[in-house]
């Protein structure tokens, strides 16, 4: 089982120097991935009193792609990790061309973590139709796939138009892994088809994790695949909990057959608790006495 950290980029914002010594900090310490999650465009709550997004234009994100291709030349070896990527409201061949950039650069180590999302603000300023966004998001993987993996790309389908061509350079991970965040069996059911792996977020380990882990690797089998072919990521939190907590956390996942773990330490929503602290220094403190206390599990 793989132990990696988010960017805590709500709290730590988008000063260079921090995000990079955040990174390098986790990667000494032992992580084996770093994810960061996605937006584009943030809401002005002033115009929206009724707004309920846990995002706004007052949180700070930086591109993706942008953020990686610096990380990538701070770091060494460990993965970089997108939890996730709002897929539908950008256009396929470009992010097929950033990631793409993105492995080669970073020496082949890219996991695409994808969504549909659920802020409509972004789709509507980045022109995409936000009611699309789950079938469009399949017909993306099957052109990603193509170009990550062909010179030339011939394509016809019903949102995408590609005519015998292809970018340069290919990516040294052929296909890049392409994994999937969200939730219900639509989702699964795409997971499964096109996935490499399932990024969760509001699972517990108990038993309805059990059986939706089950199920989506009853629909792999349905589609030719191994059950072992989809790996399953789950994020974890530490709150206000010891470290028997942690170690009792990560344990029942091993148990559960997850094969990634991802620290959040500034997230909090549903039954995950973030740090008391906002700082740098009390993310990286953070993560240091968490993989401490858990590395011999893994």
């Known amino acids: 089982m793989q132990l990696g950290i988010a960017v805590p980029q709500t709290d730590i914002g988008g000063d260079p120097r921090a995000i990079?010594?955040?990174?390098?900090?986790?990667?000494?310490?032992?992580?084996?991935?770093?994810?960061?999650?996605?937006?584009?465009?943030?809401?002005?709550?002033?115009?929206?009193?009724?707004w309920e997004g846990p995002y706004t234009s007052s949180d700070s994100f930086h591109d993706?792609?942008?953020?990686?291709?610096?990380?990538?030349?701070?770091?060494?070896?460990?993965?970089?990790?997108?939890?996730?990527?709002?897929?539908?409201?950008?256009?396929?061949?470009?992010?097929?061309?950033?990631?793409?950039?993105?492995d080669v650069l970073s020496g082949g180590r890219l996991r695409l973590g994808v969504g549909?999302?659920?802020?409509?603000?972004?789709?509507?300023?980045?022109g995409e139709d936000f009611s699309t966004?789950?079938?469009?998001?399949?017909?993306?993987?099957?052109?990603?796939?193509?170009?990550?993996?062909?010179?030339?790309?011939?394509?016809?389908?019903r949102w995408h138009e590609i005519p015998d061509a292809g970018?340069?350079?290919?990516?040294?991970?052929?296909?890049?892994?392409?994994?999937?965040?969200?939730?219900?069996?639509?989702?699964?059911?795409?997971?499964?088809e096109h996935g490499d792996?399932?990024?969760?977020?509001?699972?517990?380990?108990?038993n309805q994790a059990r059986a939706d882990?089950?199920?989506?690797?009853?629909?792999?089998?349905?589609r030719g695949r191994g059950r072992s072919d989809i790996g399953i990521d789950v994020w974890v939190s530490m709150g206000d909990s010891s470290s028997s907590n942690w170690r009792e956390e990560v344990a029942a996942w091993r148990d559960l057959g997850v094969s990634h773990v991802t620290l959040n330490t500034a997230f909090g929503v549903a039954h995950h608790r973030r740090?008391?602290?906002?700082?740098?220094d009390h993310h990286i403190d953070a993560a240091r006495r968490y993989i401490d206390a858990v590395k011999d599990l893994l």
């Open 213 to 222: 882990f089950e199920l989506l690797r009853d629909y792999a089998e349905e």
């Open 133 to 157: 966004r789950g079938a469009r998001c399949s017909e993306q993987a099957v052109v990603l796939k193509a170009l990550w993996t062909e010179p030339h790309v011939s394509f016809s389908g």
């Open 197 to 206: 792996g399932w990024i969760t977020l509001y699972h517990q380990p108990g």
């Open 20 to 50: 990079g010594e955040f990174a390098v900090a986790a990667e000494s310490a032992g992580y084996q991935h770093l994810a960061t999650y996605d937006h584009v465009l943030g809401a002005n709550v002033a115009s929206r009193p009724d």
């Open 116 to 126: 549909v999302g659920w802020n409509a603000v972004e789709y509507t300023g980045l």
């Open 275 to 280: 740090i008391d602290g906002t700082s740098l």
């Open 64 to 102: 993706a792609f942008v953020l990686f291709g610096y990380l990538a030349a701070v770091t060494d070896t460990i993965e970089l990790s997108t939890h996730v990527l709002v897929l539908p409201q950008r256009q396929t061949a470009l992010v097929a061309k950033q990631a793409a950039s993105v």
């Open 167 to 192: 970018i340069n350079p290919l990516p040294i991970q052929r296909p890049i892994p392409l994994w999937f965040g969200g939730a219900g069996e639509r989702f699964m059911r795409r997971t499964a």
